[in-house]
């Protein structure tokens, strides 16, 4: 196991300088600098401009910046907004909190429905269900989130008037941010009804952004369900004498639950990239807005460094999963074990 | 009283270019304690007459019989709730493919237990004993430390012992056993055949044998049915069988056996089974038979005294035949 962990975090090496090499010539890329878009319109002149961008370090040759921002990187420092003059791990770690209690609410919106959908859709195998239920997660795949996001706000915010249009919590509570979860540190606050009022917040960002892993899932485990179900132990089980629902859960359900695993870990990238739109429309402070928000504002060190802290969130996310398989799929770690 | 008795059994599939009928008409009676051996070649029925007395057809399948009597109990009217009940139970089955027949994600342990807790309840904890004690009975050495082994960490021997010591958990009185020794090598096939055999006089379970190795049924049987391209076309004792067979095919599968060789090859029987699309006129075996006559080409035969001929071989009609010398009865 350890063995396999450490093979594991190797492969990790090339990955994360990759992603520095992106991370800190996708913003350089870009037309226009700091500078720029911080003077506006009112402009700035040459001299000013060149001793700002000396301060910032960025007169310097393209390379030179790129290995002290790496040299930075390795000693834990990310550097300091240009925008807000915070350091961007600070900020990076204030907001993070806001976006993966989206994500995991979405991640777990989209198991709950998908798995339970794809194993009825395998069962019930091109039956009026199976095309009911693979032509809606179709549509939900192909629906942009934008639009989805949209036409969800007009449906049950503007006319039935069920859920709150932005925003994580309403102004009418203060609730101490403790862990940042919103639904945790109001459970630990005592403000009345603050719990219900932020698990109302979330409904529709977590539908629309749970709606492509939905898809996903609930296709991917119908498919791997499929598989399954033909195989010869699937036929042993039966002639054991176990229930279908026995069969279908406990003896189909794990062997086809190794891929949707995979599946599962991958839709953490498509969550984070989602998260950028559907905190834009959902006004939800978290990662995703703040990222794009940089980028607008060509805030050279929040984009590196947010972007690095992404990828090794996905990083981090994508090894959990690798490991997960050991558990569900014990000829994984045995064949780790043996090389 | 037969332990089982299935009286005209037939098996339709679905398919894409219309109903294949992959049994058709079978009719056997097992003994408590016998063991009955079904021959015939690939694609002749055997495999889904058995899976069709266990409930374990897909839904494609139409099974349908006159009579599907096991202990009393008329497996036909059961819904799959009381079949269940019996199945894993008191009519266990073995199968062929031993290394993909266990499932990779559970212990061995697991799955022998399992099927005790689903038919007498209890903690699956509370089986441990019993698991050690199957294992021990089907020759698995180290019993104790093989609960917890996987699947992939045993040879296809060895996959096969656990399943037969799964099936065997809840002692049942019927053991269908599906080619279990063809995916094995060689030496392995016999270890497994003598072990099956041994259970089967300790236990005094009825086993049925589905086999298309010849020498396996001659060793180990009492009874055999040979079935071709779903039609049972002979039905005696093993012994009468080899010493002569009615049916020109059983003569033919007789004739198969590598001992019967005459010269260096072997005496094959030319063609193979006929499928859905090439079912031949009259007598389905026709085509491959030797002995066929015109009559032979244009009606199907039917059943008298268990065979299903028209010319059977043991009312020698000697004008009839086109070479009589191919009889090896003499020999």
């Known amino acids: 196991m350890l063995r396999f962990l450490i093979n594991r975090l190797m492969l990790l090496v090339p990955v994360f300088i990759g992603v520095t090499v992106v991370a800190f010539g996708f913003i350089r890329v870009l037309p226009g600098d700091p500078v720029e878009v911080l003077a506006g319109e009112r402009g700035v002149s040459a001299e000013k401009r060149v001793e700002i961008l000396a301060n910032l370090g960025l007169d310097k040759p393209v390379w030179q910046q790129y290995l002290t921002y790496l040299n930075d990187v390795l000693h834990g420092n990310l550097g300091v907004s240009v925008k807000t003059n915070r350091p961007v791990v600070e900020e990076f770690f204030e907001l993070f909190p806001a976006t993966a209690e989206l994500a995991i609410c979405a991640i777990i919106f989209a198991v709950i429905i998908g798995v339970p959908a794809g194993i009825i859709a395998a069962l019930k195998r091109g039956s009026k269900i199976d095309q009911g239920i693979m032509g809606i997660s179709l549509i939900g795949y192909s629906m942009p989130i934008f639009w989805w996001g949209l036409l969800l706000i007009i449906l049950f915010s503007n006319t039935l008037n069920l859920t709150p249009v932005s925003g994580r919590l309403s102004f009418l509570f203060d609730v101490d941010p403790v862990t940042g979860f919103m639904l945790i540190d109001t459970l630990l606050s005592d403000e009345k009804g603050s719990f219900l009022n932020a698990l109302h917040h979330l409904i529709l960002p977590t539908v629309v952004l749970g709606t492509i892993p939905l898809a996903v899932i609930a296709r991917q485990t119908r498919s791997a369900m499929l598989e399954v179900l033909s195989e010869d132990y699937v036929r042993t089980a039966r002639a054991k004498g176990l229930s279908t629902f026995r069969v279908v859960t406990i003896h189909a359900l794990r062997n086809a639950m190794i891929t949707v695993v995979t599946v599962i870990g991958l839709m953490v990238a498509i969550l984070l990239a989602g998260a950028i739109l559907t905190e834009t429309i959902f006004g939800w402070p978290g990662i995703g807005k703040w990222i794009i928000f940089s980028i607008f504002a060509r805030d050279y060190y929040a984009v590196q460094g947010g972007l690095l802290l992404i990828a090794i969130t996905i990083m981090t996310v994508n090894l959990i999963v690798d490991l997960l398989y050991g558990f569900i799929n014990p000829r994984i770690l045995h064949q780790k074990n043996k090389s | ?331």
């Open chain 2, 1 to 331: 009283m037969a332990l089982l008795e299935i009286a005209n059994l037939t098996v339709e599939f679905a398919t894409a270019t219309g109903s294949l009928r992959a049994v058709d008409g079978i009719n056997l009676s097992v003994d408590e304690g016998e063991i009955l051996a079904i021959v015939g070649e690939s694609g002749s029925g055997k495999s889904v007459a058995m899976l069709a007395l266990m409930g374990l057809l897909p839904w494609t399948a139409k099974v349908s019989a006159d009579s599907m009597l096991f202990d009393g109990q008329d497996l036909l009217s059961m819904d799959d709730r009381q079949r269940r009940k019996i199945i894993g139970k008191d009519i266990s089955m073995i199968f062929q493919e031993p290394m993909t027949s266990l499932n990779p994600c559970f212990t061995v342990g697991y799955q022998i237990t399992e099927v005790l807790c689903q038919h007498f309840g209890g903690s699956r904890r509370s089986y441990n004993n019993r698991a050690i004690e199957l294992l021990h009975q089907v020759g698995i050495p180290a019993a104790e430390t093989r609960l917890n082994a996987y699947p992939h960490q045993l040879s296809g021997g060895m996959c096969q012992r656990v399943m037969i010591a799964m099936m065997i958990a809840c002692q049942p009185k019927l053991l269908i056993a599906d080619e279990p020794t063809t995916a094995l090598d060689v030496t392995i096939q016999a270890q497994i055949l003598e072990l099956l055999i041994e259970l089967q006089q300790s236990h005094g379970m009825a086993l049925i044998l589905i086999t298309h190795d010849m020498a396996v049924v001659a060793e180990t049987a009492e009874h055999v049915v040979v079935l071709y391209a779903g039609q049972q076309v002979e039905q005696r004792s093993v012994k009468e069988l080899f010493k002569s067979p009615q049916h020109p095919y059983s003569e033919a599968l007789l004739n198969a056996l590598p001992e019967r060789a005459q010269e260096k090859l072997l005496n094959a029987i030319p063609g193979v089974v006929p499928g859905q699309m090439d079912r031949p006129k009259g007598c389905l075996f026709n085509p491959r038979c030797s002995y066929a006559q015109e009559m032979c080409r244009q009606q199907p035969p039917e059943l008298r005294d268990g065979i299903l001929c028209h010319y059977p071989l043991a009312m020698p009609n000697p004008s009839m035949r086109k070479d009589p010398d191919l009889d090896v009865r003499t020999q």
